[in-house]
């Protein structure tokens, strides 16, 4: 049975960051009743405000996207990666890479999943284009609307994504999205790899 959902600010939980360095809401643990600690699937929305380093969560791969303008970048070793704006970074979650904040605080989308059970992939989507989505085989879609109010059409209908809000669909038919051209999301595709 195929589902669609819209998670809104009120559905996310705050909870500290693993290190102690800040907090993160987060917007969705897989399987139900995962921990931090246990989780195959976390979306999260974490304001940076202090410069410092990650939490570790080693077997996990993070896809980190930066929704703010201002400039976030992280150090690894003697290598420095400067985000992009709503270009999705993605990297092994057992590093803990250091953040710079040249212009202060920033806010990012997180998209986490355990190797060898989920993979993702993220990519932002704007309303100029209103594309096309659908779950992956068994997986999932997930839609964070960054700017703009989204209308995403399906089978019986449509809902709306305002911004800040995050849908979740297992919907395997293709769904429309729209938005004003000036509308900013970052979409996720995610599929299952191994044994759940």
Not at 120 to 143: F, H, K, N, R
Request: hydrophobic letters at 40%; aromatic letters at 6%; one cysteine or more.
């Amino acid at each position: 049975m195929s589902w669609i959902k819209v998670l809104t600010t009120s559905d996310y939980k705050v909870t500290p960051w693993k290190n102690g360095g800040g907090v993160t809401q987060d917007v969705l643990l897989l399987p139900e009743g995962a921990t931090q600690e246990d989780f195959d699937i976390r979306l999260s929305l974490a304001p940076i405000v202090a410069e410092g380093p990650f939490s570790s969560f080693p077997g996990v791969d993070r896809h980190i996207t930066l929704l703010t303008r201002e400039r976030l970048s992280l150090v690894f070793g003697s290598e420095t990666r400067e985000l992009n704006r709503l270009e999705p970074l993605y990297f092994d979650s057992v590093q803990q890479p250091r953040s710079l904040l040249p212009d202060g605080a920033v806010r990012v989308f997180n998209v986490m999943t355990r190797r060898g059970r989920w993979n993702a992939q993220v990519m932002p989507a704007s309303g100029a284009t209103e594309p096309l989505l659908a779950a992956p085989d068994g997986g999932l879609l997930v839609l964070h609307a960054v700017s703009g109010t989204w209308q995403v059409g399906h089978a019986l209908g449509s809902v709306v994504v305002r911004p800040g809000e995050t849908l979740v669909s297992s919907e395997e038919a293709t769904l429309r999205a729209s938005c004003e051209p000036a509308g900013e999301a970052v979409v996720a595709f995610l599929a299952p790899t191994g044994p759940r």
